[in-house]
Structure formats: structure tokens, C-alpha cells
Nanobody, 120 residues
Framework: QVQLVESGGGLVQSGGSLRLSCAASGIIFSINFMGWYRQAPGKQRELVAIITSGGSTNYADSVKGRFTISRDNAKNTVYLQMNSLKPEDTAVYYC??????????????WGQGTQVTVSS
């Protein structure tokens, strides 16, 4: 069974930095996309950043130039380096692994979420 475990959230002041990590465990043959989404109170979940197995990336306009997504394919781990954090970045951040190939067949998986709070 594939599971995603996130870490690295917390409380930080405006302008500060945090690094999120998400490790996929289980018998995994490949993961196509790995990404980070976030959901603030009263808002819909939105894409923050996504990265392909080949290293191509895409970012939400609101985080371009401040956040950097990366991944270690050998460890099935994705990272999100968040710099110059703003109060509006406050949300629960979710990791997602898309088109994961395992014995269960190709499917998507979500992490449990990690809280990021940016104080002004």
C-alpha cells in the first residue's frame, strides 16, 4: 500500500522560510507527477507547484519566484522550499502523487496535510 507522509510545516513570521517534505512509501515502480496543493479556511484547494519525473515544473502565479519544488526520484520524495512567506500563504499544504504505478495499478494518492501558518 502506498502512503504519503509530509513534514516541515509550522509557524513562521512574514518574510521567513519553511521547507516541506513528502515521502512516498510502499512498493512503487514509478510516480509521474508529484505536487503540492494548499487549502486555506473557507477556500478551495489550489495547486501550488507540480513537478514531473523528468524535473519539469509548474507554479501558481502567487508563488512564482518565492517557492521552489524539487524531487528525489530515488527516494520518491518531493520538497517545497518556501521563501519570503506572506500571511496569505497560511493554509494546510497537501502533497499529491499522481499516476503512481504500484501493484495496486496506476492511481493518485494524497498526503494527510501539514499546517503552515505565517504571522504578520
Amino acid at each position: 500500500q502506498v502512503q504519503l507522509v509530509e513534514s516541515g510545516g509550522g509557524l513562521v513570521q512574514s518574510g521567513g522560510s519553511l521547507r516541506l517534505s513528502c515521502a512516498a512509501s510502499g512498493i512503487i515502480f514509478s510516480i509521474n507527477f508529484m505536487g503540492w496543493y494548499r487549502q486555506a479556511p473557507g477556500k478551495q484547494r489550489e495547486l501550488v507547484a507540480i513537478i514531473t519525473s523528468g524535473g519539469s515544473t509548474n507554479y501558481a502565479d502567487s508563488v512564482k519566484g518565492r517557492f521552489t519544488i524539487s524531487r528525489d526520484n530515488a527516494k520518491n520524495t518531493v520538497y517545497l522550499q518556501m521563501n519570503s512567506l506572506k500571511p496569505e500563504d497560511t493554509a494546510v499544504y497537501y502533497c499529491k502523487a499522481e499516476r503512481v504505478r504500484s501493484y495496486a495499478g496506476p492511481r493518485d494518492y494524497w498526503g494527510q496535510g501539514t499546517q503552515v501558518t505565517v504571522s504578520s
